[in-house]
């Protein structure tokens, strides 16, 4: 028996060709006559190409092995590869972790630039694969031998550089186990502001854009803009919440990553600086199980111009995704807090996993990682779920396919 310092010798099978149905079968079966264990199997299909590469131990009789394979090789028309060597793969390094790419589209220039920056930080790239083709195009990346939060550092400069979207992960059980995932509402979950949208008709549109743009930037405490905005539309007949809210359009690709998080067992959020009047109804019509938005006042038929109760600002979000982390049971290492804002912040901080969406600068600075394509099913990809797994389950459950490509009405 080998001893540790002296390990097995090994044989490396590597076929490349034509993918058909019954190759892997083929190279096995010519294996089976042989004293052989299986240490490791590997194989990819590019655009009908494939490449299979299979580690066995290797026999008394190697040459007859060899011959055994080349024939298989030659009778599929395929190209073979055999090489000597001892030993199984070598460990991977510590410090792992998953690198999610988005481009769209993706070039040769900026794959090659983020490879470059994970070799400088000491990582190297152990496995390549692509998780979705549209509505963009997305590839993960196992890294072993870098510190994740050097690596995210160092990548979070060259994604900006490159204008693709890089998020880096700790590798483990974690990442796919986050159980709540929390949305922002306005620019997030909806397209647009409802607050402008309410705005406009009391003809103080200009002054809330404004004022609203500031307090998104970090420049304003929200609270105070919030009431300032408010007052703007004192007077607006109630019914124009109704207006609006039949008005929104949700944000391309919501439908798909509600459905496909409902499917898997995920709970769901939405915390917003708007009203609850406009946010509750979307909630319910979404099956989305935690709401929490301000209340506008209205006496007689029409807004008063302010808001009942606390304000659900920067620390209110926050506190709400604590609160909806404890009534669904589910840890905050395991939440994922999505927003565009500066009064996102504090609740992208405090999840396990913060992602900037189309968001302004400062969050983008601040959060884990950030996406900037405009379909929010892009989210599906940080958590290593696959386009053909989200278009698999639609098909088997009769849904229409998925909306990336256009932010239809809430209740259409």
Not at 9 to 17: E, F, Q, S
Not at 41 to 55: C, D, F, M, P
Not at 356 to 374: G, I, L
């Amino acid at each position: 028996m080998p001893s540790a310092l002296q390990p097995d010798r090994t044989l490396l099978l590597t076929l490349t060709g034509h993918d058909r149905p019954g190759v892997t079968s083929a190279v096995f079966h010519a294996l089976s006559p042989f004293s052989v264990e299986v240490l490791d199997v590997e194989q990819v299909v590019l655009r009908g190409r494939l490449v299979l590469g299979v580690l066995v131990t290797t026999p008394r009789d190697d040459a007859r092995l060899r011959k055994a394979i080349e024939d298989v090789a030659r009778d599929l028309s395929m190209d073979v590869e055999v090489q000597s060597g001892a030993g199984d793969n070598l460990p991977r390094a510590h410090g792992r972790s998953h690198v999610t790419v988005l481009g769209h589209p993706l070039d040769p220039g900026a794959v090659a630039a983020i490879a470059g920056r994970i070799a400088d930080t000491g990582g190297n790239i152990d496995r390549i694969i692509r998780i979705a083709r549209y509505p963009v195009i997305a590839i993960e990346l196992d890294v072993s031998g870098a510190d994740p939060l050097q690596l995210r550092s160092a990548l979070a400069i060259e994604a900006a550089a490159q204008q693709v979207d890089v998020a880096v992960q700790p590798a483990g059980l974690y990442r796919r186990a986050k159980r709540l995932v929390v949305l922002d509402v306005d620019s997030t979950l909806i397209q647009g502001e409802v607050i402008e949208m309410l705005a406009s008709r009391a003809g103080c549109l200009d002054e809330v854009t404004r004022v609203t743009a500031a307090a998104m930037r970090g420049e304003l405490d929200f609270a105070e803009s919030l009431r300032q905005r408010v007052a703007l539309l004192a007077g607006i007949d109630a019914r124009a919440m109704d207006e609006v809210r039949q008005e929104i359009r949700l944000t391309p690709g919501a439908r798909t990553l509600l459905r496909t998080l409902h499917r898997l067992g995920y709970q769901v959020g939405v915390v917003s600086g708007g009203f609850a009047q406009i946010v509750e109804p979307i909630a319910a019509e979404l099956g989305i199980d935690f709401v929490a938005a301000n209340l506008l006042e209205v006496a007689d038929g029409v807004l008063t111009g302010r808001v009942v109760g606390p304000i659900v600002d920067r620390p209110g979000k926050a506190e709400a995704l604590h609160g909806f982390a404890e009534q669904a049971g589910v840890p905050l290492s395991q939440t994922v807090a999505i927003g565009d804002g500066a009064n996102d912040l504090d609740m992208l901080a405090v999840a396990g996993l913060g992602v900037a969406f189309n968001a302004k600068p400062v969050v983008r600075q601040a959060a884990d990682t950030a996406v900037s394509v405009p379909y929010l099913d892009a989210i599906l990809y940080l958590l290593g779920i696959t386009r053909e797994e989200i278009d698999a389950a639609d098909g088997e459950l009769g849904e229409p396919g998925h909306d990336t490509l256009d932010g239809s009405g809430y209740g259409g």
